[in-house]
């Protein structure tokens, strides 16, 4: 898997609602990305079959991840607790692209999310030693649909496909990055995507771009998004 990939987020000109489905015409012309590499700790584990597009306006970036799992979970239902603890996909994305603050969005199968705006990822007990949570009005305004909402345990072992749309709007990073937010044509971020499930019977970590150790908070490994 090459390091640094690109991926070509396409502008939209009819916005994706958190209804649409992968397989509905609005996503029909966005890149597919494939979550494909695991990291060792994943090696008993059954791998899931991992996708996700992003789509954007002026106002808006969407995503939508699509997940051929083999066992399910989902306990966390309040905003920003740990959910990665469940059956988890996440977008980590850099507005600075090779320095800088970056945000993070992880979101459980059963619709629970988590976003925090982290400026010095240096890991503590308690979380990083420069970080803040978005608020549960800023975490409101973010858009977040999974197709299997709601709380599942015990744990599901069976083959299922779930989906998970969201839509973010740059009004809300801008009141973290404390500057303007702008998407327009030949933007450059930095992002990764990931699938984990940390508290399953057989845990996972995959990611777009691979990275060492078994930390996702790490930017350096993150990949290129280019605006079209």
Request: aromatic share 14%; glycine share 6%; proline share 7%.
């Amino acid at each position: 898997m090459a390091l640094n990939a690109k991926y070509l987020v396409k502008k939209t000109t009819k916005p994706p609602t958190l209804d649409a489905l992968w397989e509905d015409s609005v996503w029909a012309n966005a890149e597919t990305v494939k979550i494909t590499w695991a990291h060792s700790a994943s090696a008993n584990a059954p791998r899931p079959v991992v996708q996700a597009k992003l789509q954007y306006d002026a106002e808006n970036i969407y995503g939508i991840f699509k997940v051929d799992d083999v066992s399910v979970r989902a306990t966390h239902t309040v905003f920003n607790s740990d959910v990665c603890q469940d059956s988890c996909v996440e977008f980590f994305f850099r507005p600075g692209y090779d320095r800088g603050p970056y945000f993070n969005l992880e979101m459980s199968i059963g619709g629970t999310y988590l976003s925090s705006f982290i400026r010095d990822w240096t890991r503590t007990p308690t979380g990083f030693v420069d970080f803040t949570k978005l608020s549960a009005e800023d975490g409101a305004r973010l858009g977040v649909r999974s197709t299997r909402p709601g709380v599942i345990d015990p744990e599901e072992h069976r083959p299922q496909t779930w989906q998970m749309r969201f839509q973010i709007p740059m009004a809300v990073l801008e009141k973290y990055w404390g500057a303007p937010v702008e998407l327009h044509s030949g933007t450059k971020w930095s992002a990764n995507f990931y699938k984990c499930a940390d508290k399953l019977e057989h845990p996972h970590w995959m990611a777009w771009q691979p990275l060492e150790p078994l930390n996702f908070h790490q930017p350096k490994f993150f990949g290129t998004l280019l605006f079209e």
